[in-house]
């Protein structure tokens, strides 16, 4: 019988971009679904929508930050910003807080707070309050990371090898050689706060399962010392589109309805990828030879410097437009489990990588960005459940790996390997299953606080 813990509250602290605020999200879906309540304190800048969550008590704190800082490229400049500027605010609400709980019936349990925010420690520490971390990455990329300065140092800047790197599995140099080209000031000092804040957390929760991180679980208990919770990575049943940032276009759902079964490549890049105008098109060239129907996202922004899809010259978008759709969002995980999904075209992002799974959908990958690489390298290389298009943007290699997944032989054994994980991954949630079990083991831990 499940423990009542009513009475017992949780603080949740998410980071504010997409990617994060999704996880956490359901992550206060599960608590509330067993019986804490929640509270959510979040910045000004990306703020959740509080009217979709009537559940949910938030509590907005000021940022400080301009709009210039807000569009910053470099997401570690970003959060290293953040961090300055929140502690202060952070504290002062938390403090208020807990003392109007003093008072009342309920009981703060302790801080669920995002792994990117880093100064956390001192604050639960003065005022007594335990605390965990929500890590929005997959296992081996979070334990992993925090050797990049170290091979930086160390790296060859040019090699195209595809050697894996030793300290890194399963990414390949030529990822690395990519991932520490990305402009990241601040790197070194923000992932050894980062690394601090988790040694001395109470427990790190990943939105995710032991079957998809079987190697690297073992390591992450080792290396932190602290219990591992690897809960939920079947997001459908807490879905993430009431905690999206973006306007979702409805009518994708009415537009797959009209659609064969598994006829459609689902395309799109996340909330931070972006790319320049000639690559968006080699993209919609390729979607257009491919001859498979599909549904694109250009996301405002995806191309820098542009209004939306304006790049894309008319002629070409007539022609794309009588065989898909483009439209500025999506919502992501409803077309994921639509019918007419065949494949998706994606920047393997954590969440997306995810999602697809849950609902059996074969990926192409295509990385830009920090842990997409090694997401990219886990779907195709280690459970062999996409094509990797090894960088590649152009419109011969898009048109053949589409062609590829859904008619070819590897297509074929893809799809079936496709269908073996998310079976798997779909017993883990259920009763017993590993996720379940984590999930049991992390409810005591909060009540035991
Ligand atoms: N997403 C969405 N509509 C879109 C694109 C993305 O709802 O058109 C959601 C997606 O379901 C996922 C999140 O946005 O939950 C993106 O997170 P992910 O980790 O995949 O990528 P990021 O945005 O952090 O790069």
Same mark, same amino acid.
């Given at each position: 019988?499940?423990?009542?813990?009513?009475?017992?509250?949780?603080?949740?602290?998410?980071?504010?971009?997409?990617?994060?605020?999704?996880?956490?999200?359901?992550?206060?879906?599960?608590?509330?679904?067993?019986?804490?309540?929640?509270?959510?304190?979040?910045?000004?800048?990306?703020?959740?929508?509080?009217?979709?969550?009537?559940?949910?008590?938030?509590?907005?704190?000021?940022?400080?930050?301009?709009?210039?800082?807000?569009?910053?490229?470099?997401?570690?400049?970003?959060?290293?910003?953040?961090?300055?500027?929140?502690?202060?605010?952070?504290?002062?609400?938390?403090?208020?807080?807990?003392?109007?709980?003093?008072?009342?019936?309920?009981?703060?349990?302790?801080?669920?707070?995002?792994?990117?925010?880093?100064?956390?420690?001192?604050?639960?520490?003065?005022?007594?309050?335990?605390?965990?971390?929500?890590?929005?990455?997959t296992v081996s990329f979070f334990l992993n990371?925090?050797?990049?300065?170290?091979?930086?140092?160390?790296?060859?800047?040019?090699?195209?090898?595809?050697?894996?790197?030793?300290?890194?599995p399963p990414?390949?140099?030529?990822?690395?050689?990519?991932?520490?080209?990305?402009?990241?000031?601040?790197?070194?000092?923000?992932?050894?706060?980062?690394?601090?804040?988790?040694?001395?957390?109470?427990?790190?929760?990943f939105?995710s399962?032991?079957?998809l991180n079987q190697d690297s679980l073992p390591k992450a208990r080792?290396d932190?010392?602290?219990?591992i919770?690897a809960?939920?990575?079947?997001?459908?049943?807490?879905?993430?589109?009431?905690?999206?940032?973006?306007?979702?276009?409805?009518?994708?759902?009415?537009?797959?309805?009209?659609?064969?079964?598994?006829?459609?490549?689902?395309?799109?890049?996340?909330?931070?990828?972006?790319?320049?105008?000639?690559?968006?098109?080699?993209?919609?060239?390729?979607?257009?030879?491919?001859?498979?129907?599909?549904?694109? &996202?250009? *996301? %405002? =922004? !995806?191309?820098?410097?542009?209004?939306?899809?304006?790049?894309?010259? /008319?002629?070409?978008?007539?022609? #794309?437009?009588?065989?898909?759709?483009?439209?500025?969002?999506?919502?992501?995980?409803?077309?994921?489990?639509?019918?007419?999904?065949?494949?998706?075209?994606?920047?393997?992002?954590?969440?997306?990588?995810?999602?697809?799974?849950?609902?059996?959908?074969?990926?192409?990958?295509?990385?830009?960005?920090?842990?997409?690489?090694?997401?990219?390298?886990l779907?195709?290389? &280690?459970? *062999? %459940? =996409? !094509?990797?298009?090894?960088?590649?943007?152009?419109?011969?290699?898009? /048109?053949?790996?589409?062609?590829? #997944?859904?008619?070819?032989?590897?297509?074929?054994?893809?799809?079936?390997?496709?269908?073996?994980?998310?079976?798997?991954?779909?017993?883990?949630?259920?009763?017993?299953?590993?996720?379940?079990?984590?999930?049991?083991?992390?409810?005591?831990?909060?009540?035991?606080?």
């Amino acid at each position: 019988m499940e423990k009542s813990n009513d009475g017992l509250r949780v603080v949740l602290f998410p980071l504010p971009i997409q990617g994060c605020i999704n996880p956490m999200i359901q992550l206060a879906k599960i608590l509330r679904s067993r019986g804490f309540s929640i509270t959510v304190i979040h910045t000004r800048f990306n703020a959740p929508k509080a009217s979709s969550h009537p559940l949910f008590t938030f509590l907005e704190i000021p940022d400080g930050l301009s709009e210039t800082e807000k569009r910053t490229d470099d997401k570690t400049f970003l959060f290293t910003l953040l961090n300055q500027r929140c502690e202060a605010p952070f504290h002062d609400c938390l403090a208020k807080l807990l003392v109007s709980s003093d008072s009342e019936t309920q009981r703060i349990s302790c801080l669920i707070h995002d792994s990117g925010w880093t100064f956390t420690p001192s604050v639960t520490k003065s005022l007594k309050l335990p605390r965990l971390v929500l890590s929005t990455y997959t296992v081996s990329f979070f334990l992993n990371h925090f050797a990049l300065p170290k091979l930086r140092h160390e790296a060859s800047q040019d090699s195209e090898q595809d050697d894996l790197v030793q300290e890194f599995p399963p990414l390949r140099e030529n990822d690395l050689v990519r991932l520490l080209k990305e402009k990241r000031e601040y790197l070194e000092p923000y992932l050894n706060m980062m690394l601090e804040a988790t040694k001395s957390s109470s427990g790190i929760i990943f939105m995710s399962c032991e079957e998809l991180n079987q190697d690297s679980l073992p390591k992450a208990r080792e290396d932190f010392k602290v219990p591992i919770y690897a809960i939920e990575p079947s997001f459908s049943n807490f879905p993430a589109s009431s905690s999206s940032l973006f306007t979702q276009d409805e009518t994708c759902i009415p537009w797959l309805d009209k659609q064969e079964d598994k006829s459609v490549i689902y395309v799109s890049f996340g909330s931070l990828a972006t790319m320049t105008g000639p690559e968006l098109i080699e993209i919609a060239c390729g979607l257009r030879n491919s001859g498979q129907q599909f549904l694109l &996202v250009v *996301r %405002v =922004g !995806l191309v820098k410097g542009t209004e939306w899809n304006e790049v894309i010259p /008319e002629e070409l978008k007539a022609t #794309l437009n009588e065989k898909g759709k483009i439209v500025k969002w999506a919502p992501q995980q409803e077309v994921l489990k639509h019918r007419a999904i065949g494949g998706f075209l994606t920047h393997n992002g954590w969440n997306s990588v995810v999602e697809s799974v849950c609902e059996g959908v074969p990926m192409v990958c295509l990385p830009f960005i920090w842990d997409q690489f090694l997401n990219a390298r886990l779907v195709s290389g &280690v459970w *062999r %459940v =996409g !094509l990797h298009l090894e960088h590649r943007i152009e419109r011969n290699e898009i /048109e053949s790996s589409i062609r590829s #997944l859904f008619f070819g032989n590897e297509g074929e054994a893809i799809r079936e390997r496709m269908r073996l994980l998310q079976e798997k991954v779909g017993r883990s949630v259920k009763e017993n299953g590993s996720a379940s079990r984590a999930l049991e083991s992390l409810i005591d831990h909060i009540s035991s606080f």
